[in-house]
């Protein structure tokens, strides 16, 4: 049974009570708020593994929720995922440019959302499992402690730019697609959603100073980091 942190962002308390119901069900610890800042609050207290946050909140709205939970280093390993009635495609991308792991539209099958959710919380779990450090061009990545260094100096990535920068190291030399980036990275097929991974590049290259010419763009391709 999984025993990993979930914690539920969601002011309609019928669709939190649901969402809690079959979580828990799961063998999920579950923890709930009704608003953005009581969410915040309960992440940083109890940094869950994965939170589902709607985007239309009180107050603090989902996508402000998304930015404070990938800007503090407690909470930006936590798996975010996107749970609204907004269904257009410029949220979906404003989502997942924001860092979300992936963007469910309700109403939604909850047998789905589970199985996503499994999915997004064992690609974390393999992530984060024992690997060799990667370095290339005073690039240093650790796997096991989720860091990074640039000429031997730390720099703070949030869980998707670390993703994204692992991918690119473990293929050094190699092209990689949007469409590779956002299986790999992402989790999933966004048809059409190219752009957030050029913005989540963008991130990355400012992030690495002297060391940003090592990440090329391969125009009409994708993206690689020099061997």
Known sequence: ????????????????????????????????????????????????HLALLDVMLPGMDGFALCRELERDPATANTALVMLTARGEEVDRIVGLELGADDYVVKPFSMRELLLRIKIILRRRQHAESPQPLLERHAICVDSTAHTVKVQGQPVAFTATEFRLLEDLLRHAGAVRT?????DNVWGYQ??????????????????????????????GVGYRIKE
């Not at 828990?24 to 953005?36: L, S």
């Not at 949007?178 to 956002?182: G, P, Y």
């Not at 190219?194 to 992030?207: E, L, P």
């Open 178 to 182: 949007r469409e590779q980036l956002l």
């Open 190 to 219: 966004f048809e059409g959603y190219g752009r957030t991974v050029d913005t989540h590049v963008r991130r990355v290259r400012a992030k690495l100073g002297d060391a940003a010419d090592m990440l090329e763009t391969v125009r």
């Open 1 to 48: 049974m999984p025993t990993e942190r979930i914690l539920i962002v969601e002011d309609e308390d019928d669709i939190r009570g649901i969402l809690a119901f079959n979580l828990e069900r799961e063998g999920y610890v579950v923890f709930q708020a009704a608003d953005g800042a009581q969410g915040l609050a309960l992440a940083k207290a109890h940094k869950p």
